[in-house]
T-cell receptor, first 115, second 110 residues
Framework: GAVVSQHPSWVICKSGTSVKIECRSLDFQATTMFWYRQFPKQSLMLMATSNEGSKATYEQGVEKDKFLINHASLTLSTLTVTSAHPEDSSFYIC???????????FGPGTRLLVL | GENVEQHPSTLSVQEGDSAVIKCTYSDSASNYFPWYKQELGKGPQLIIDIRSNVGEKKDQRIAVTLNKTAKHFSLHITETQPEDSAVYFCAASEDDKIIFGKGTRLHILP
């Protein structure tokens, strides 16, 4: 199947700093990418939908100024957690939609720990 | 919006036996139902999916059934093996947005 990568796979940062997470579709073009957050032993919660060349659409309760999303190309979307706090510690997972197959493929996730 | 309920939350089966996980959804407009397997520390992996114009789909030891009238769908794993131990998520989607169930932790007992 199609491959989606994320970088970094894990990151530790100090409270108040910003962290950028990259999501790439390696062998297909993705006009739409999605960002999810998963707390331990819980399900994936959709944070936002990222469309190439336009502004992201955020789910209710997700602060757009705190979670900045950029989708500048058909193979790359980035999520920046600004002024991170310990409560932002979580597993962040992206997915990319292969429009030719109408299927979403998920990345391996990025574990963020804010101290 | 869409709401997906998944049961059971935990399931233990003897190796070689079958496992069944059931889900219901609320939005009759949903037309795509994927199932994901997630191992510890990894992203979810699509294992099988079904669209609303089909009632059943099978891929080797894995099968999924869909009842659109009742708005429920199920995952069946036969001849379970130790490597089937993981968390399984059902999901429903109408457009691009995928809504996940809460997950089922499947333990395969030796």
């Amino acid at each position: 199947g199609a491959v989606v990568s994320q970088h970094p796979s894990w990151v530790i940062c100090k409270s108040g700093t910003s962290v950028k997470i990259e999501c790439r579709s390696l062998d297909f073009q993705a006009t739409t990418m999605f960002w999810y957050r998963q707390f331990p032993k819980q399900s994936l919660m959709l944070m936002a939908t990222s469309n190439e060349g336009s502004k992201a659409t955020y789910e209710q309760g997700v602060e757009k100024d705190k979670f900045l999303i950029n989708h500048a190309s058909l193979t790359l979307s980035t999520l920046t957690v600004t002024s991170a706090h310990p409560e932002d510690s979580s597993f962040y997972i992206c997915s990319a939609r292969d429009w030719t197959q109408e299927t979403q493929y998920f990345g391996p996730g990025t574990r963020l720990l804010v101290l | 919006g869409e709401n997906v309920e998944q049961h059971p939350s935990t399931l233990s089966v003897q190796e070689g036996d079958s496992a069944v996980i059931k889900c219901t959804y609320s939005d009759s407009a949903s037309n795509y139902f994927p199932w994901y397997k997630q191992e510890l520390g990894k992203g979810p992996q699509l294992i099988i999916d079904i669209r609303s114009n089909v009632g059943e789909k099978k891929d080797q030891r894995i099968a999924v059934t869909l009842n659109k009238t009742a708005k429920h769908f199920s995952l069946h794993i036969t001849e379970t093996q130790p490597e089937d131990s993981a968390v399984y998520f059902c999901a429903a989607s109408e457009d691009d947005k995928i809504i996940f169930g809460k997950g089922t932790r499947l333990h395969i007992l030796p």
